[in-house]
């Protein structure tokens, strides 16, 4: 039996997994997220989810961590002006 903490399914899958990948290449918090849960979006089931509405909470997810970057882009920018 796999360990899914080390190991969890939605992950393994890949040559690289992201967390190797992003700490390898030490990537920020928010496009480490944004890379995780694209690469996981339509392998992991959530709780109450079928598989379609699964994909779409992980896709959301990406776009929020990515909302959440631009918001910041654009404070820096006023602060800078």
């Known amino acids: ?4 903490v080390k190991e969890p399914s939605h992950y393994t899958m890949w040559k690289i997994e992201p ?8 990537l920020p918090f ?3 997220n944004i890379i995780k849960y694209a ?3 339509g392998y ?3 709780d ?3 598989e379609i509405g699964s994909e779409i909470t992980d896709l ?3 776009m929020r961590y990515a909302e959440m970057r631009i918001e910041q882009l654009d404070r820096a920018m006023k602060d800078y002006i």
């Open 60 to 62: 959301r997810k990406v």
């Open 44 to 46: 992991k089931l959530y």
């Open 19 to 26: 967390i190797t990948f992003i700490m390898d290449n030490h």
């Open 1 to 4: 039996m796999s360990d899914i």
């Open 39 to 41: 690469m996981r979006a």
């Open 30 to 32: 928010h496009t480490g």
């Open 48 to 50: 109450g989810e079928d």
